[in-house]
């Protein structure tokens, strides 16, 4: 049986997670969603890692929910859908929360949940042509789980627009919103995802985890003075527990 989630370590420092359902255009179902948290699960206990590669095998990152699935589901009753809602609800928060840079490469489409995804990663690249809808109002249903992520990252207004019109975004207007961080032609997609590995493998693993840790904490907690003397400890135990490093280079 085919693998539904590959696992590469080309180099050290470095995890490749690729969706491989390429003959669906990488649609998810149940069993692709369960993989994947597995797989975050699994190398959220490396401490050797400094980033995580997230893509996908073939022309398009992901159609969407596989539709043999969703037929199989239309005679399961509420604890099915239930705990295929937890499930889809957990990959996101386990990306959100992932304590590993996560980068993400996009060719093709990315709907659905596939949007939610994205959200919940930190650095979005883009090829030219690629294009992101969120298509839940299109077959009746409502992009629930990943509002919160929308929101955080698109906007409360954009989210509006693009979650009740399933309009398409292009690239360019996944960039201007916030979902997509560099465009390039899509021969260069990789040259650029090996141009930021190599920059980020080679700073310091604990520099690169506690800098997410500090922007998440930012991000989601009061500005106020408990959040400070936070900010202020993780300074100073930093510089406690390494050497400040000479290159200064951009």
Known sequence: MKETILIERPIPGLAVVKLNRYEQDNAYDDEMVCTLITAFDDLMEDDSLKLIWLTAVGENFCRGPDIEW????????????????????????????????????????????????????????????????????????VPALQSPYLVKTLGERATRYYSLSAESMDAYTATRLGLVNKIVPENELDSMADLLIQRMLSRKGLSLRQTKAMISLSANEPFDESLVETLIDCSTDIRLSQSIDADTTV
């Open 70 to 141: 969703v037929r199989r589901r239309q005679h399961s009753g509420r604890a099915e859908h239930q705990q295929d809602a937890e499930q889809l609800s957990r990959l996101f928060q386990t990306l959100y929360e992932f304590p590993i840079p996560i980068m993400v490469t996009v060719r093709g489409m990315a709907n659905a949940a596939a949007v939610g995804v994205l959200c919940c990663c930190d650095i979005v690249l883009a090829a030219e042509r690629a294009h992101f809808t969120i298509t839940e109002t299109r077959h009746g249903q």
